[in-house]
């Protein structure tokens, strides 16, 4: 059974920092990603890493953010410094055993449709 199980999630202030574990059942050597929805929002991808370590990031948090896995602990992480306001959001964990480098490892994460499993979300609450 695939499951991807979020944690780290906490309300913190404005230019802090948290990092945010995603735990699976599955060998995380395929493409993941992390993904927020603010509240009244649709689902944003902010970051994914493709089997080979090629990771790309939202514009928005670039140089803030970083996405990593531990492949022996099947385990995604994604690091979050200099927090503002508008990071509040669910945090959720995707993955996805069909896409490849040309999509998981471009720009950009691939949109939310294409991936095929989720986390349950970890809260984010950024004040000032």
């Known amino acids: 059974q695939v499951q991807l199980v979020e944690s780290g999630g906490d309300s913190v202030q404005a230019g802090g920092s948290l990092r945010l574990s995603c735990s699976v059942s599955f060998s995380s050597r395929v493409c993941m990603g992390w993904f927020r929805q603010p509240p009244g929002e649709d689902r944003e991808g902010v970051a994914s890493?493709?089997?080979?370590?090629?990771?790309n990031y939202a514009d928005s948090v670039k140089g803030r953010f970083a996405i990593s896995r531990d492949n022996a602990k099947n385990t995604l992480y994604l690091d979050m410094n200099s927090l503002k306001r508008e990071d509040t959001a669910v945090y959720y964990c995707?993955?996805?055993?069909?896409?490849?480098?040309?999509?998981?490892?471009?720009?950009?994460?691939?949109?939310?449709?294409?991936?095929?499993?989720w986390g349950q979300g970890t809260m984010v609450t950024v004040s000032e």
């Open positions: 890493i493709d089997a080979a370590g090629n990771a």
């Open positions: 995707a993955a996805d055993f069909s896409l490849g480098t040309a999509n998981c490892g471009g720009p950009y994460p691939p949109p939310p449709h294409v991936w095929s499993y």
